[in-house]
């Protein structure tokens, strides 16, 4: 994988345990499993942020819930069919992981570093309260013509600036990942409580398109 490829894409993240591992899927005899860690806001409140790991990266048969990781990797998507619709499902996929002693400065716990490109046009709004905020969907390419899809949000300033850029606009940005719960109507009389990630956005730079 080229440095380009890695660069484009950088998480850390230091967090505790919340789960036990779970197997994923297996590539060329590698088996993958994912795991639950929380992570700390400034505010206090928490992020639970889903990770994929090798086992040969850690003892998957172990429960380390309520113990602390760093991590180091890379933010993916991928689409799982659901019934007749796509379902995009992001997590952190993890190069690097050291168990720690405890959790440090919550302002360090979290950061992600992403360069891509505007797939659709940005949605701006306010808040009933009057906080501008922008959506927008970044596509951040891999090795072997595949892309990451990670959706991001931008506050005040620049969400402003990000809702007048066209799609393909080159952007190189940096934040943290987040977590929020929403209820999804699946029919009638049943809804089910879902989990959506997603970048919220401190820093917003435009690149030059190649």
């Known amino acids: 994988m080229s440095d380009k490829m890695i660069e484009n894409n950088q998480v850390t993240i230091i967090g505790e345990i919340a789960s036990e591992f779970r197997f994923s899927h297996e590539v060329f005899g590698e088996g993958f499993y994912t795991v639950?860690?929380?992570?700390?806001?400034?505010?206090?409140?928490?992020?639970?942020?889903?990770?994929?790991?090798?086992?040969?990266?850690?003892?998957?048969?172990?429960?380390?819930?309520?113990?602390?990781?760093y991590v180091t990797g890379q933010f993916r998507s991928y689409n799982r069919h659901e019934e007749t619709k796509n379902r995009l499902?992001?997590?952190?996929?993890?190069?690097?992981l050291t168990f720690v002693e405890e959790e440090i400065d919550a302002s360090k716990t979290n950061q992600i570093i992403l360069e891509g490109f505007l797939c659709k046009l940005p949605v701006y709004r306010k808040t009933p309260l009057g906080r501008e905020i922008a959506d927008l969907l970044?596509?951040?390419?891999?090795?072997?013509?595949?892309s990451d899809y990670i959706p991001?949000?931008?506050?005040?300033?620049?969400?402003?600036?990000a809702s007048g850029f066209p799609v393909g606009q080159h952007v190189?940005?940096?934040?943290?990942?987040?977590?929020?719960?929403y209820v999804k109507k699946l029919s009638e009389t049943e809804t089910e409580t879902r989990?959506?990630?997603?970048?919220?956005?401190?820093?917003l730079d435009c690149l030059e398109n190649d």
């Open 36 to 69: 639950e860690v929380l992570v700390r806001r400034l505010s206090n409140s928490e992020d639970k942020i889903p990770l994929m790991v090798s086992e040969r990266l850690v003892d998957v048969d172990q429960d380390y819930r309520g113990e602390f990781i």
């Open 89 to 96: 499902v992001l997590s952190v996929f993890v190069r690097e």
């Open 138 to 146: 970044l596509a951040v390419n891999r090795p072997y013509g595949k």
């Open 152 to 161: 991001c949000i931008c506050w005040g300033r620049n969400a402003r600036y």
């Open 172 to 181: 190189q940005l940096i934040g943290r990942i987040q977590s929020r719960n």
């Open 195 to 203: 989990t959506a990630y997603e970048v919220s956005v401190s820093k």
